[in-house]
C-alpha cells in the first residue's frame, strides 16, 4: 500500500526546482500545490495496482459504460421504429414516452454512475489543505486604492467645477427617463376604456336588451331549467361564449319555491327586488374574491362554492359571501323574458363584475 | 528539400506552450486544478439545482421550437381525438402537439416540467441547509441575498412556464394572477390593464409570458447563477469543523480530478433521474383540462408545489376588506394581503436575516466553519417556525383535495389551517430549540462519561448500572472529559471501531463472519488478519 503523508513544510521553505529529472511527476505536482498554498497533508491509494480489488472495480465501471452505450442505442432504437402515433386505447403507443424516459434515464444513470465509482473507488484519496486568505487587504493596499480613487474625483475637478456635476446628472436624468418612456409609453393601457372594467356583455347594445343563452349559442326558455337546476349562460352576441368576454360567464338557477320566496325577500331588501323573473335567478359566476369561475352549486344549501379558494355565496341571500376569502357578494344579473319566451337581461351588471380593486365605487 | 522530422508525442506540449505563449494560462490554470473543495453531502444539494437548470435550458430549447406563443383561436385537428374539432387558442393546439404530434415531445415537455420542480424543491433543500448550519455569516450574506432572490425568479420562471400551455388548469392561474395584480392599491387595476394589455385576458398574454419565460427570467436567473457561484469560488466553501480544519484554511480535494470527476457523474445522475421522471412519470396532463375556458374548473385545482403556500395563505385569509370613504370609495381586497404583502415580507425577512442575526450576536467576523443545528438553538428554532409556517400554509393550498380524501369538512380545514397558522410556528419554534438543548447535553455526557455499551453490570449491593466506554484515556483522577469541538460525537460502539462491520458481501457473506469479543476492550477472538495493514480504515484489498 503506497501511502504517501507529507509533513507540514516549514514556511519560507525554498521552491523545488522543478526541471530536476530526478523529481517525479507527483513531486511536481505537490510543489504546484505548495506554490497555491495546498499541502497535501495525506494521498493514499484506494485499490492495489494490479489487485484483484482493481481488477474488479475496472470491471464494475466499464460494464456500466457499455450499458450506457446498451441504453442509448435502446433509446435510438425505440425513438425510430417504435410506433408512437397517438391512437385512441390502449396501444403501443402508450409505451412510447415511459421506454424513451427509461432508455434514456438508464443510459445517463450507467455513465453517471460509472463516472462516480470511478472517482470514487478508484482514484487516489486524498486530503488537502489550502489557505483560505479571506482576510481584508493590508492597510496600506486600503490606503493606496482609496488614495487613488480619491485622487481620480480630485483630477476629475469635480469638486472645484460643481457645475459640471450638477449638469451631467441634469443630462443623464432625462436620458434615463427616455430608456423608461418607450416601454412605459407602449404598455400602459387605461382599465377605464370604454368603462370596460364595469360593463360586461349583457349590456344593451342599441337599446336592444340582451339574451341570456347557452354554450352553444342557443337561447333559453323558463322551462329549460327544471327546478332545482342551474345552467352557465352568456350573452347573446357576437364573441359572447368565449374569453373575449371572460367576465360575462352568469349562473342561471331556479330556485324551489320557499328558496325563491326568501330570495326575493332578499332582492327587496337591496332594493333589487325586481331582479328576478319568477323562481329565477341570475348571479354572476365570475368569483368576487379572485375571478375564478364560482361553479360548484349545491342544491340543499343553496350555497355556492368556488374551487379556487372555497369562497362560499348563499344564493337565498343575495349572494353574500358566507365563507372564505371573498368580501363581496356576486353581482346580480336582472333579467325577464322577452315576447318569445326566452330569457333576456334587463341591463346589464349594476354591480362591478370580478375580483375588487382600488377604485371599484 | 529536406523533410523535417514529425513528433507526434511533442505536439500536446508544443500546442500547450503556444496557448501559453499568447494568453498566459499556466499559473491561473494551476490555481484552478488545484483549489481545494471540502466534501460533505449536504453541499450537493445546491448543485442539485444548478444541474436542473441545465436540464431546464436544454430541453426548454427543444420546446420553443414547437412552441406558437399566440392566442389566436384555431380549430384543433391534431391526433388527440377528443379534443378534434375544439375552439382553442394557438398555444394551446401547440403544447398539444408537442405531446401528440411532435416525436419524442411529450418527454421533452415532461422532463421539463419536472426538472423545474426540482429546480425549485433544490433550491429550498438548500436554502435551507445553508441557513440551518450558519453558512449565511459573514462574509456570505450576499450570496444569501442572491439566492433568496434566485428562489423568487425561479417561481416567477415557473409560473410563466405554467400559463403558457393555456389550458384549463393555467388559465385559472392567470386569472388568479390578474386578480392579484388588481387588488394592489392605487395602481392594480393600471398594472394589470398594462400587463394584460386590456381587460382579462386581452389577446396578448401569452406571448408577453412567452419572451419573460424564455428570455428575460432565464437571463437573469443565469446572471444570478453566474453571480452565485463565482462568489462561492471567490470566497471559497464553507466546511464542517473537525481534526486539522480551522476558520483559516480549506480541507478538502483538489477540485481536479477526483472532485470534478464527482461532479460529472454527479450531473449525469441528476439528469439521468430526471428522464427518468419524465419518461415515467405524467406530469400535468394538458389535454385532460381542455383549453383556457373562462366559465370552466375544476376541484382539486392546484398549483405546481412551489406556489401552493400562496394559494394556501390566499384560501386562510379572512375576508377583511378595507374601505376607505372618500369621494365614490376606494378599497384595498382581502386578496391583496396574501398574495402582495405576504411575498414582500418573506423577502425582506429573508434577505436581512443575515444582518439581523449578526447585530443580535454582536458577531461580525468571519465565519467560514459552519455550526451543527443543534448548537445554535435559537437559529434552528427560527428555522423550524418558518419552515412550519411553510408547510401549514402548503397543506392549506391543497385542503380541499384533504377533506375530500379524508372526508373532513372543508370549512374545518380553512379553520384550522386559520388556527395552525398562528399556533404550529411557535410550537415548532419551542419543540425545536428544547430537541436541540437535548442533543447539546446528550453530546456532553458522552465526552465525559464515554459511550452506552448496552452491557448492563450489577452492582454488589443489587444496582444495575450500564458500562460506559470512555472516550478517552483517564486523567489521574479517573475523569477523561473531552472538549466538544462542533462535530459529530461518536455515540455507538461501532462508530469507535470496537467492532469491524459484521457482514461483509451483499447477497451473501464474502467471508465469514467476525468474532464477537469476548468483551469490551479485549481483541477479537480471531483478529482479521488485514485489519492492521488498513490505512485509513476504508480501504480494499
Redesign the interface.
Known amino acids: ?1 503506497s ?1 504517501q503523508t507529507e509533513q507540514h513544510a516549514p514556511q519560507g521553505r525554498e521552491p523545488l526546482d522543478v526541471h530536476d529529472p530526478r523529481l517525479s511527476r507527483f513531486d511536481i505536482v505537490t510543489e ?2 505548495r ?2 498554498d ?1 499541502e ?2 495525506h494521498y ?1 491509494e ?3 495496482p494490479g ?3 482493481e481488477r474488479r472495480l475496472t470491471r464494475t465501471v466499464a460494464a456500466m459504460f457499455l450499458l450506457t452505450g446498451l441504453a442509448a442505442t435502446a433509446f435510438l432504437v425505440v ?1 425510430i421504429w417504435w410506433p ?5 386505447g390502449r396501444g403501443g403507443d402508450k409505451w ?7 432508455t ?18 478508484l ?10 486568505h ?2 481584508p487587504g493590508s492597510s496600506e493596499d486600503r490606503k493606496i486604492t482609496g488614495e487613488t480613487m480619491l485622487y481620480l474625483a480630485d483630477e476629475m475637478g469635480v469638486r472645484r467645477r460643481p457645475l459640471l456635476g450638477v449638469s451631467l446628472v441634469a443630462g443623464l436624468l432625462p436620458v434615463g427617463a427616455v430608456a423608461a418612456a418607450p416601454l412605459i409609453g407602449g ?7 370604454n368603462n ?2 364595469f360593463t360586461t356583455g349583457f349590456a344593451p347594445a342599441e337599446g336592444k336588451k340582451i339574451r341570456l343563452v347557452r ?1 352553444d349559442g342557443r337561447p333559453i326558455r323558463p322551462a329549460d331549467v327544471s327546478a332545482g337546476g342551474q345552467l ?1 349562460v ?1 350573452p347573446g352576441i357576437e364573441h359572447g361564449v ?2 373575449k ?3 360575462s ?1 352568469t349562473l342561471l338557477i331556479h330556485l324551489r319555491e320557499t328558496d325563491a320566496e326568501k330570495s326575493r325577500q332578499a332582492n327587496s331588501r337591496v332594493g333589487h327586488g325586481d331582479y328576478m323573473w319568477g323562481n329565477y335567478a341570475a348571479y354572476s ?2 368569483c368576487t ?5 364560482a ?2 352549486y349545491e342544491q340543499q344549501t343553496n350555497r355556492l362554492l368556488c ?5 362560499q355565496f348563499l344564493i337565498t341571500d343575495n349572494a353574500r ?1 358566507v ?6 357578494r356576486l353581482p346580480q344579473l336582472p333579467i325577464e323574458v322577452d315576447e318569445e319566451g326566452f330569457f333576456v337581461a334587463k341591463s346589464d351588471y349594476t354591480e362591478t363584475v ?8 | 528539400m529536406k523533410r523535417r522530422k514529425f513528433d507526434v508525442a511533442a505536439v500536446p506540449g508544443k500546442a500547450a506552450g503556444g496557448v501559453d505563449d499568447r494568453f498566459q494560462v499556466a499559473t491561473p490554470l ?2 484552478l486544478l ?3 473543495f471540502p466534501d460533505h453531502w449536504s453541499f450537493l444539494l445546491g448543485e442539485i439545482a444548478l444541474f436542473s437548470f441545465v436540464v431546464l435550458l436544454l430541453t426548454g430549447v427543444f420546446l420553443t421550437f414547437f412552441y406558437e406563443p399566440a392566442m389566436t ?1 384555431v380549430v384543433y385537428n391534431g ?3 377528443p379534443l378534434r374539432g375544439t375552439p382553442m387558442s394557438a398555444a394551446y393546439a401547440s403544447s398539444l402537439d408537442i405531446s ?2 411532435v ?2 415531445g ?2 421533452m415537455r ?2 421539463h416540467h419536472w426538472s423545474a420542480l426540482l429546480f425549485m424543491a433544490a433550491i429550498v433543500v438548500h436554502m435551507m441547509r445553508i441557513f440551518f448550519t450558519g453558512a449565511f455569516r459573514k ?1 456570505r450574506e450576499t450570496n444569501w441575498i442572491i439566492g433568496s432572490l434566485l428562489f423568487w425568479v425561479g417561481f416567477l420562471a415557473g409560473f410563466s412556464g405554467y400559463s403558457l400551455p393555456d389550458d384549463g388548469l393555467s ?2 392561474g392567470l ?2 394572477a ?3 395584480m ?9 398594472v ?4 394584460f ?5 386581452g389577446e396578448i398574454i401569452i406571448s408577453r409570458f412567452f419572451i419573460a419565460h424564455v428570455l428575460l427570467i432565464p437571463g437573469l436567473l443565469v446572471a444570478l447563477i453566474s453571480a452565485h457561484l463565482g462568489l462561492v469560488f471567490k ?2 466553501h464553507t466546511q464542517w469543523p473537525g481534526p ?1 480544519r480551522t ?8 477540485m481536479f ?3 470534478a ?2 461532479q ?10 430526471i ?6 412519470f405524467q406530469i400535468n396532463p394538458i389535454w385532460y383540462f381542455g383549453p ?10 392546484q398549483p405546481d408545489w412551489y406556489v401552493m403556500f400562496l ?1 394556501g395563505s ?8 378595507i374601505n376607505i370613504p372618500i369621494g ?8 391583496f394581503w ?1 398574495t402582495v404583502v405576504l411575498p414582500g415580507i418573506l423577502v425582506g425577512l429573508s434577505t436581512l436575516y443575515p444582518f439581523v442575526e449578526a447585530r443580535q450576536l454582536k458577531d461580525y467576523r ?1 465565519h ?1 466553519l459552519l455550526q451543527r443545528p443543534r448548537d445554535v438553538p435559537a437559529r434552528t428554532a427560527v428555522g423550524a417556525m418558518a419552515v412550519a409556517f411553510y408547510i401549514v400554509l402548503t397543506l392549506s393550498g391543497a ?2 383535495v384533504i377533506a375530500d380524501k379524508f372526508h373532513i369538512s ?2 374545518a380545514m ?1 379553520w384550522a389551517g386559520r388556527i395552525g397558522l398562528l399556533i404550529v410556528p411557535p410550537l415548532a419554534y419551542y419543540v425545536t430549540y428544547r430537541i436541540c438543548l437535548g442533543l447539546q447535553q446528550h453530546d456532553r455526557e458522552v465526552l465525559a462519561h464515554g459511550v452506552e455499551t448496552g452491557i448492563i453490570r450489577r452492582l454488589p449491593d443489587g444496582r444495575f448500572e450500564e458500562v460506559h466506554q470512555p472516550l478517552s484515556a483517564a486523567d489521574g483522577h479517573g475523569h477523561a472529559e473531552l472538549d466538544y469541538v462542533g462535530w459529530v460525537v461518536p455515540k455507538k460502539m461501532n462508530r469507535l471501531g470496537a467492532l469491524g462491520p459484521a457482514i461483509r458481501g451483499f447477497f451473501y457473506p464474502i467471508e465469514k463472519p467476525v468474532e464477537a469479543p469476548v468483551s469490551p476492550g479485549h481483541p477479537p477472538v480471531e483478529p482479521r488478519p488485514e485489519r492492521a ?1 488498513i ?2 480504515g ?4
Not at chain 1, 354 to 361: A, L
Not at chain 2, 182 to 190: A, E, Q, R, T, Y
Not at chain 2, 192 to 195: A, E, L, Y
Not at chain 2, 197 to 201: I, Q, S, V, W
Request: aromatic share 10%; hydrophobic share 35%.
Open positions: 500500500m501511502t504546484g500545490a506554490r497555491d495546498i497535501i497533508v493514499e484506494q485499490v492495489v489487485s484483484k480489488a425513438y408512437w402515433e397517438y391512437e385512441p412510447y414516452t415511459p421506454l424513451l424516459g427509461l434514456l434515464g438508464v443510459a445517463l444513470l450507467g455513465v453517471g454512475f460509472g463516472i462516480l465509482t470511478w472517482g470514487k473507488k482514484l487516489p484519496k486524498e486530503v488537502s489543505i489550502q489557505d483560505r479571506d482576510g404598455l400602459i393601457s387605461n382599465p377605464h376604456k370596460q372594467m354554450e352557465t352568456f368565449s374569453n368576454h371572460a367576465d360567464p359566476k365570475i374574491h379572485a375571478g375564478c369561475p361553479s360548484l374551487p379556487c379558494h372555497q369562497s359571501p365563507f372564505g376569502p371573498a368580501s363581496r370580478g375580483p375588487d380593486f382600488w377604485e371599484r365605487p | 494551476r490555481k488545484n483549489k481545494v383561436e391526433s388527440y381525438a401528440f404530434d416525436r419524442g411529450l418527454i415532461q422532463m462574509p388559465g385559472t386569472r388568479i390578474s386578480g392579484i388588481l387588488s394592489i392599491p392605487v395602481i392594480g387595476s393600471w394589470t390593464s398594462s400587463i394589455g386590456g381587460e382579462f385576458p470566497q471559497k486539522g476558520n483559516e484554511n480549506v480541507v478538502g480535494e483538489r480530478p477526483r472532485y470527476l464527482k460529472g457523474g454527479f450531473f449525469m445522475v441528476v439528469f439521468g433521474v428522464a427518468l421522471m419524465g419518461g415515467l383556457y375556458e373562462a366559465w370552466v374548473v375544476s376541484a382539486a385545482s394559494d390566499t384560501r386562510l385569509m379572512p375576508a377583511w376588506e365614490n370609495g376606494y378599497v384595498i381586497p382581502p386578496l396574501p468571519h467560514n385542503n380541499d372543508l370549512n380553512t495493514e490505512g485509513s476504508e480501504s480494499r484489498r
